[in-house]
């Protein structure tokens, strides 16, 4: 066995790692896309997460084990997202403090009261990106921030880079023409990141001038990297709705296509052609009608339907297609 010579330039405390496990568990509730934070005395909003325990058999059972203790929500459909190992991710890290590489973690369920010993709660989690929700046209946060960016891209230190910026808020935010591309939550929040616009950016500058964040509560923000974390389960699963019939384990066991839609829209931030998205649905098989018509919501008796689950042996990529509306503001 090869003994490899020790990096005298690196301090000894950075070959103390830990590895972490951090839950995004999400939900959808009348039009909410909600996700499961805990809450403890004088800190912000985090995401169920714990240490990887000698006792635990794999990621995935301690992953279970702490959602379980601290909020009483037992997970089903689970998928690894990413390992987040940045070196300043933990608030408050010292050179004596061990380096924490996190498993993120994508949870898929149907809301429940919880409960924990850390005060779980349920969030929008539009609550913590704002700018991602166009339901209902162009959210109101963007004047907040397009002018801090479009002079970020001014101020980059060479022609190059002002033009790589600039094409990058074009490309991300769909300014000047460009299309709004759901999918690019975690490029937005690490363009906003770059410019300093989230609090999160003050975590890592402590050489620099202070940020200006945008313009959120102070409760709005997520403890260490959990944003992060949450960014990147957003894209991902605004992804694979469209291939992946996964928006079904969200699902209650019976509903109406409304109901479907309005659960993929507040997913997917946008809104959907009904008749559009109804015929994809029905021509892709993904759902079947229980023989029972749904009273009470607002207009006519709906059909009731259920997930198909043949569907599943059926093809390979079955997934709900997003027709979408046109886009207002």
């Known amino acids: 066995m090869l003994l490899q010579p020790r990096d005298r330039s690196r301090p000894a405390a950075e070959t103390n790692v830990s590895v972490g496990l951090t839950a995004v568990v999400a939900a959808v509730t009348d039009e909410e896309p909600r996700i499961l934070v805990v809450r403890q005395t004088g800190s912000r909003d985090a995401l169920p997460a714990g240490p990887l325990e000698p006792h635990h058999r794999t990621l995935d059972a301690g992953l279970r084990a702490w959602v379980e203790a601290q909020t009483e929500q037992s997970l089903g459909y689970v998928e690894q997202l990413y390992t987040f190992g940045d070196r300043d991710r933990q608030e408050g890290a010292g050179p004596d403090q061990a380096r924490i590489v996190s498993v993120g973690y994508l949870a898929l369920v149907r809301e429940m009261r919880p409960s924990g010993a850390l005060g779980a709660v349920w969030q929008n989690w539009y609550r913590y990106f704002p700018w991602e929700d166009w339901r209902d046209g162009r959210p109101a946060i963007f004047a907040a921030f397009e002018t801090q960016l479009q002079r970020w891209a001014a101020e980059a230190p060479s022609e190059g880079e002002r033009r790589t910026r600039q094409d990058r808020l074009r490309i991300n935010f769909g300014l000047r023409g460009a299309a709004w591309n759901d999918e690019r939550v975690l490029d937005r929040y690490e363009l906003l990141y770059e410019a300093g616009l989230v609090p999160e950016a003050g975590h890592d500058r402590r050489d620099d001038p202070p940020v200006t964040p945008l313009l959120l509560e102070p409760d709005e923000g997520m403890a260490a990297d959990h944003r992060r974390i949450l960014a990147t389960a957003i894209a991902r699963l605004r992804g694979k709705i469209k291939y992946r019939p996964v928006v079904f ?70 997934g709900v297609k997003l027709p979408v509306a046109r886009r207002r503001g």
């Open 249 to 318: 384990e969200l699902m209650p066991p019976t509903f109406t296509l409304l109901q479907l839609q309005r659960a993929v829209e507040a997913l997917a931030g946008v809104r959907l052609h009904k008749q559009n998205f109804r015929r994809l649905v029905e021509q892709q098989g993904l759902v079947e009608e229980t023989g029972k018509m749904v009273t009470g919501t607002g207009g006519r008796p709906a059909r009731e339907v259920c997930f198909r689950r043949e569907v599943l042996l059926e093809r390979l990529a079955p």
